[in-house]
T-cell receptor, first 113, second 115 residues
């Protein structure tokens, strides 16, 4: 069975700092990869996704992620965070052809103004 | 489209009571998923349906939990009897299977508190 590991449970940054959240997965075959965001009190929303093609994918609100197949990684980045990026971020994976998503435990990002 | 709709948004009940959570998926989405979110365990898949048929219920914690999908536009998750450890946020999600990337669309969740 596949699994997803998010290395940081909590990250605290000041506004304008750069962000990188780590995500590694374990699965030997072809996968689809996702980052979801959950703002305080809200539901999960898709930030970006990768399923094929350019391994550097760009999402909403200036976020991007890079799929490195050899490292089984899909790290999320943003060059300059804002206070409004305070949220919990979830990495998820699903093997191609399957319906279910496996989520990481999430990383809580707190951006101080 | 209104997105995935869940009700109630908040539920407070006493231990031993029956709880029913409801979900309406996005029209045209024929897969539906129930998740539970807690601080300790994160997001866990409880069960998912494809074309109203339960495909995988291995995540359902125990017999107190049951889920149904009587038609393409409605699903319920029932807990009977409820216990304090069932307190969590329960999310419903839907998607169209067979798409290349299987993005799931989440509802707003039901925050359940069992006293």
């Amino acid at each position: 069975a596949q699994s997803v590991s998010q290395h940081n449970h909590h990250v605290i940054l000041s506004e304008a700092a750069s962000l990188e959240l780590g995500c590694n997965y374990s699965y030997g075959g072809t996968v689809n990869l996702f980052w979801y965001v959950q703002y305080p009190g809200q539901h999960l929303q898709l930030l970006l996704k990768y399923f094929s093609g350019d391994p550097l994918v760009k999402g909403i609100k200036g976020f991007e992620a890079e799929f490195i197949k050899s490292k089984f990684s899909f790290n999320l980045r943003k060059p300059s965070v804002q206070w409004s990026d305070t949220a919990e971020y979830f990495c998820a994976v699903n093997p191609s052809g399957y319906s279910t998503l496996t989520f990481g435990k999430g990383t809580m990002l707190l951006v101080s103004p | 489209d209104a997105g995935v709709i869940q009700s109630p948004r908040h539920e407070v009940t006493e231990m031993g009571q029956e709880v029913t959570l409801r979900c309406k998926p996005i029209s045209g989405h024929n897969s539906l998923f129930w998740y539970r979110q807690t601080m300790m365990r994160g997001l866990e898949l409880l069960i998912y349906f494809n074309n109203n048929v339960p495909i995988d219920d291995s995540g359902m914690p125990e017999d107190r939990f049951s889920a149904k999908m009587p038609n393409a536009s409605f699903s319920t998750l029932k807990i009977q009897p409820s216990e304090p450890r069932d307190s969590a946020v329960y999310f419903c999600a839907s998607h169209i299977p067979g798409q290349a990337y299987n993005e799931q669309f989440f509802g707003p969740g039901t925050r359940l508190t069992v006293l």
